[in-house]
């Protein structure tokens, strides 16, 4: 799983932006649950389930997406 999360980080800056803002759901909780500890697993599963915990994480991931070239809440 962290060979993932490793290309997932290697990707160019504004294919995660793109990623984040049209997939968040899905690339910000594969990318939590990638993380391989427990929390971020059960993190990563609620981020799927609640659609990106109902829209407020859509809008964290991009900003800090923006600031900091990465997802960094909850991570």
Do not use: H, Q
């Not at 389930?49 to 991931?61: K, L, Q, S």
């Amino acid at each position: 799983m962290s060979s993932l999360r490793k290309s997932m980080d290697s990707l160019p800056f504004i294919v995660k932006l793109l990623l984040v803002l049209f997939l968040d759901p899905i690339y910000g909780g594969l990318y939590r649950f990638c993380k391989g500890e427990t929390v971020n697993m059960v993190i990563g599963i609620l981020w799927f389930v609640t659609v990106g915990a109902f829209g407020i994480g859509w809008i964290i991931d991009f900003v800090t997406m923006l600031l900091n070239k990465k997802i960094t809440v909850l991570d």
